[in-house]
């Protein structure tokens, strides 16, 4: 007896009121455990992207959208070189980005998620690093990345604690 007064005081307490053109009513609203489950894993994977994007973004240019490295004619806040440019658009089907965008910050961090939703859709961490500083083309050249790599994942580490 008490478990069923338990029971209906519970379902009293999360019932919704509805009406219907026949008749007015009560309807005991369940917990979606699936919406809030989903929900919770695309809070988290939105986190992962912004920490990845970010400790990139350390790497290259310390967030500065001025940065210019003459050497490697890499340009913006995440230091993109022509040839990156030239494989996002090769990506995208048509002449998106310009080489001007790689000196603004949003056309840049679209050029980012470009490739890398095309090259690394898991989101890897490494796989992200490794694509961003070797390129597209070096893919088993996974030492030369290494250094590059370990930092992302010092400064991802960090960023995450915050």
Known sequence: MRYVCRSMLITLLISIPFKSFYSEGYIAKQPNLNNEFERRIDE??????????????????????NAYNQKENAVGILQIRPIMLKQANKIMGFEKFLLYDRWDKEKSIEIFWTIQDHFNPELSLEQACHIWNAG???????????????????????????
């Not at 088993?140 to 370990?150: A, D, G, M, P, Q």
Request: charged residues 30%.
């Open 44 to 65: 988290l994977n939105d986190k992962h992207k912004e920490l990845i994007l970010n400790s990139i973004i350390y790497i290259e240019s310390r967030g500065d959208h």
């Open 136 to 162: 597209i083309f070096n893919k088993s050249r996974w030492e030369i990345t290494e250094n590059y790599r370990n930092k992302a994942l010092i400064i991802y580490n960090n960023l995450s604690l915050k």
